[in-house]
């Protein structure tokens, strides 16, 4: 190699060093943003004479915030996905069949858990049980009736698109355990699984691309709910389907696939917009924030009767525009906590924990 040529080599060699340092500079690459769902990293402080540990935790945050990183993984991403048909990230997502994204590993080992390598013992649901009947009691010494509400995981109710070696196990599932548990008390239970089983038959009931159920399977969700509920408090108006009026339109891109960087390139083929009757819509009164979730509350109030305080995940959000038609007053917390002074606040009738399949295990210090 002649002396021109090595001296270009170096040249460019040194400019691509030099890269990530002038993009963090420059923002030459910030078109390309992090969609991975995750709090980033940010700079540590320095904090002498600790120079150990600032060295890790600077380690750590230039590992995440390299110049031009989000932009190799844009181009990561694309060819792990559509080239070799497998997930650029496979412990937050997992590439199914027919187009089909699922929860990875990240998230509370879902996937081992649907395959029966996280096991929920007989003790470990005795003892969730029993805190949800200490729980049962005492809001009833406050006139309040309490229901758990499980939200499946889209491994339960479309199982058949996901890949191969990653089958669900054939024995009992953690939720089978813990429904068993509570079969020995009388604390109302909602497990939906067979009911949202048998309306995928007409319709989806889970988004292709996002880790939620999509609109129809939260109504269907929520006819479920009201209709134990109702069991209990005949006063409540009666759910029918009739009331919905339900229009089938091409879907959007879900967080699965945001977290991909190809939410511009796989979508949903259906979407479900649905609207409620005018008696059955609840009317939003307020917006409260809450710093320690991150998402706000939500008032609302409605024709029906009695008064619901609502306390649940990511799957409630939905939930909010189906189940304040039904009750007089309403009330919206996302979080995994039950707070006896908010209940003591709000003197609800009706008090719903509501928690996804995979984290049912938060049911024991709810």
């Known amino acids: 190699m002649n002396s021109s040529r ?19 500079g420059l923002g030459l690459s910030s078109r390309f943003s992090s969609t991975e769902n995750r709090q980033l990293t940010g700079m540590p402080p320095l904090n002498f004479p600790h120079v150990r ?9 230039y590992k995440e915030n390299f110049g031009w990183r989000n932009a190799l993984f844009y181009v990561y991403s694309r060819w792990k996905f559509n080239v070799l048909n497998e997930s650029p990230l496979p412990e937050k997502v997992v590439v199914g069949k027919n187009g089909w994204l699922y929860l990875g590993n990240s998230y ?45 995981d889209s491994h339960t109710i479309y199982p058949e698109f996901l890949p191969d070696h990653l089958q669900p196990s054939e024995k009992p599932s953690r939720l089978d ?17 067979d009911t949202l089983r048998a309306a995928k038959r007409d319709h989806v009931v889970y988004y292709q691309t996002d880790t939620h159920w999509n609109e129809y399977g939260t109504l269907i969700g929520c006819a479920s709910l009201l209709n134990r509920i109702r069991h209990d408090q005949p006063a ?41 009757a005018p008696e059955r819509i609840g ?79 938060q049911l024991a210090t709810f």
């Open 177 to 193: 355990v813990l429904k068993q548990a509570i079969a020995q008390t009388n604390l109302p239970f909602i497990d939906i699984r």
């Open 6 to 24: 090595t001296r270009i080599v170096a040249v460019l060699f040194a400019l691509v060093l030099f890269l990530p340092t002038l993009d963090q």
């Open 108 to 152: 509370n080992k879902v996937v081992d858990q649907h395959r029966g390598l996280q096991p929920l013992s007989a003790d470990s649901a005795r003892r969730i049980a029993s805190h949800l009947i200490q729980r049962q009691q005492e809001l009833a010494k406050q006139g309040a009736t309490l229901y758990i509400f499980i939200a499946p």
């Open 53 to 61: 540990s600032y060295v890790k935790q600077f380690d750590r945050y």
């Open 236 to 276: 409540l108006p009666p759910v029918r389907l009739a009331d919905y009026h339900i229009e089938q339109q091409n879907g959007g891109a879900g967080d699965l696939t945001t977290m991909l960087t190809l939410q511009n390139e796989q979508k949903d083929p259906i979407y479900y917009y649905i609207k409620p």
């Open 283 to 361: 009317r939003q009164t307020a917006l409260i924030p809450n710093e320690a979730v991150g998402y706000p509350s939500t008032r609302f109030s409605g024709t029906g009767s009695g008064r619901l305080l609502f306390v649940g995940d990511s799957f409630s959000h939905g939930m909010m525009n189906y189940l304040p038609g039904y009750f007089r007053e309403s009330y919206f917390v996302r979080g995994s906590k039950l707070d006896p002074v908010l209940v003591k606040a709000e003197r609800p009738t009706v008090v719903v924990i509501e928690v996804v399949e995979r984290n049912i295990y």
